[in-house]
Every structure is written in C-alpha cells, then in structure tokens.
C-alpha cells in the first residue's frame, strides 16, 4: 500500500509536469521546503523522479527562517536541513525578518512574509543557476485562491487562479502538486512513515487564507459537497480562456496600437470594432506595459477609459492614471502620455530674415520651406492647392517673417470670413488634437499679423491679385 500511495502521486506528478511542461531533462530545480507536510511531500516526490536517469533532475532543498515564531522557526529548520541531508539533496538555509520588513514596508504580515520568502528563493535560484523553483501549493490551496479571489471581485485572470508555472523577476515558479488534494497527501505521508512538523499559525483565523480554509469553505460545503473540486474545476476553464483573450490582445495589440514618441496610442474606430472583452483586456495590457500594473481594483479606471473612447460624439479629454501619465482621447485618437513629456514641448521662434528658407519644425518631422518668384499676373493668381502649401503677395507682407509656435490669444484674419477668428478655435475647428497644437508652426511678418498656419488655415492677408507680381510661395511638408 505504501508504494502504491506513493507511486500514484509521483506518476501524478510526473503527467502535469509533462502536460504542462514543468521542466525539462537536466534541469536544476529549488525545492522550497518549510517542513510541513505539502512541501515536505513535494521533497520526496522531487527526489524520486530526479532518481529517474532520463530526467537527470538536480535538486537543491531551500528553507527559510522567518523569525516569526523563535522555538518553532528553530525546530523547523533543524527539520527540513536533517531531511535534505538524509535524501542527499544540497541544503540552503536562509534568515529573515518579517517584522522589520513589516515595518519598513507598511505591507501585512502575509504579504511581508511572502515577498522575504520569494526574495530568498529567488537568490538561492540565482546562486545554484537553477531554472525554477518548485512550490508545494495543492488543490486546497487552488480552492482557497480563487475563493478568496472571488469574494474581492476578481476577473477573468484572478478566477484562474494559481498558474502550475509563472515567470516572476527571471525565476520560474512551478507548482506540481496543483492538481493533488491535501486528504491524499497527508494518506501518503502516513502510509509511507513520512514525518512532518506542524506550523500552529495555520489555525490562526486573523489571516485571510486561513479564515477562508477553516470557516467559509466548511460553510459553503454545506451546499456543495464537492466545492473545492467545483473551484479547481472554475481555476482550470478560467485560467485556458484567460490564455486564449491573452493572445488574442497581444495579437491585437501589434496590429492596432502604435507608438508616438515611446507611448501608446490608437485610433478608437477600430477600437470600437472589438468585442467590450478584447477593448478591457487591450486597455489592461497597455497599463501593464507603462508600466502601470493593474489588479480587479482598476477596473473602475480600465472602464473609465474604454467608456470615454467608445462615446459617439467626438470629443476630447483627459485622464491622470497616476505614475506621472495621462491618457487622452484627441477626436478620433486615444493617447497616452507621460506628463511630464507633454509639459516639456518647448515654445519655438525662428526669425526668417532672407529667402529661400527651409525652417524644420521639431517634434513634427516636416519642415516649412519658402521661396521669393517674381511671376506674371496669371501665374500669380493660381491657387494653392491644398492646406499645405500658400501663395502670398510678396510686396504686402512686413520683413522679416517669423516662424513660431502658437501663443495665448492669438487672432488670425480669415480669409473668406469678414472678420478675425482665435486660432484656439480654428484648431478646435479643424479638429486638430490638442498635444499637437503647440507644435504646429504660425507664420507672422514683421507688423506681428499672422499670415498662415500651415497645414490648417490660412489668413487673407497678402492675398494675391491682378496686381501681384512677387510671390511668397510657402509649402509645409516633409
């Protein structure tokens, strides 16, 4: 019976790992070991398959002293270095202080106490080369996970729960007991004379996890008989379909976002195209690249962001994400910027005081370029044909012109209105974004009347006619 009890959990093990690619043959894996009957399974079933020579595992047993509980911390790391010792693995014992790292943190005693021990277990895989580091968490804890998730209102990603591997900060983290519950584990160990020691503080109630394992899942089992089985089972289709919207966003991402000046932006029509799944998950791995990590508590703001670009009107604004960024939506784009960047666009005055001249125009990548023709009458009154080119009466204008950017209060005589019009208004118009307007060049002469803004409008001054025989000819372009 021993055998057989610990034969299937090992061959258990053995078909997740090949299922969800735990390792490959050669690797070397840190076994997180605290001494109590998950983990020190987990050492065991570790040991056995590393003994199988097609695996050619190689094994380093890593303990943490936490500090937490003085005679127990002691007794358990006296345990866990005679058991490596007794199974021939290498022994890594490391010391912490949780309560400090409290302190100076402000985090909780649960938090604080996982990131000492991931910190250490990161170190130990750094030191040895090792590929990842094998963690003893079981169904039960799977069960927990996604209750204790779902109480808080997680999404699709938290519904899934604990991942059998997750790379966090160059370390592999691999869980092979996932799919093990807690009742076959303890039946192993007893059956196989596997000894263990017990942490008291997993019947403290006033953590969160260990409420949820020892008063709401027993109260929910009233109503269902199978409620941890039914969680792993929520876990598991969670975490595939989780996968599948992953890919889907990251294809999408490559297709439709673009950067501009090292920050995201798209246009919100093919936005408004996709599934309201595929727009939240495509906004959350924008904020995740930032970076900007998110949890379930920013769906108010991935929602704030979707809401505000999938709006009929045209329209713009502005949001702080926090972190020194903004995002935008200018029109028929969302943008999302750093504000410190946006605040740093410089005010610009170029003095054009002969021609030809070719002034460039930074941030934009184009240049306006302008040359003096004498021409015959006709020729003169032939139009420009588009917004980015002007034809101006050279013997009308004050030298020298100026090329610069906008400034507060600036009035342009239009041509074809009877009258003057703010260039604010002319952008907001012409639908010209806002983080553009700064950049965009105004052309003045010398009497400070604004004569052309190119690619946009230009004045009626200078305007040429029978008489003209001279002409500025301005052309904005790259």
Known sequence: MKEQMMHRLVENVRRTARQERLWNPGDRIVV???????????????KELAADPKLGLELVCAHLHHGLRATEADRDAAFVQALAERLGIPFE???ADVYAYMKETGKSLELAAREVRYAFLREVARKYGATSVALAHHADD??????MRLLRGSGLSGLAGMRFKRREKNVELIRPLLRIYKTDLLRACHESGISFVEDSSNQQTDFTRNAIRLDVLPFLGQYNGQLPESLNRLAELAAAEDDYLQQESLRLYEEIVRQDHGYPTFEIPVFNELHVALQRRLIKLILNYLPLRTDESDFVKIEAIRQGTIQHHPSTWSLDLGSGIKCLREYGTIRFVSAAVESQIPHYTYLVEQ???EVPIAGMGQSLRMTQLVVDRDEARVAADSNDEAKFDADELVYPLTVRSRLPGDVMKVMGLNGSKKVKDIFIDAKIPPSLRSRIPVVTDAAGRILWIPGVRRSAIAAVNRGTTSVVHMVFGQ
């Open 355 to 357: 021609l030809p001249a």
């Open 142 to 147: 799977q069960a927990e996970t996604v209750l």
């Open 93 to 95: 014992l490391g010391h």
């Open 32 to 46: 997180a070991v605290s001494g109590g009957v998950d983990s020190t399974l987990l050492l065991h079933i570790m």
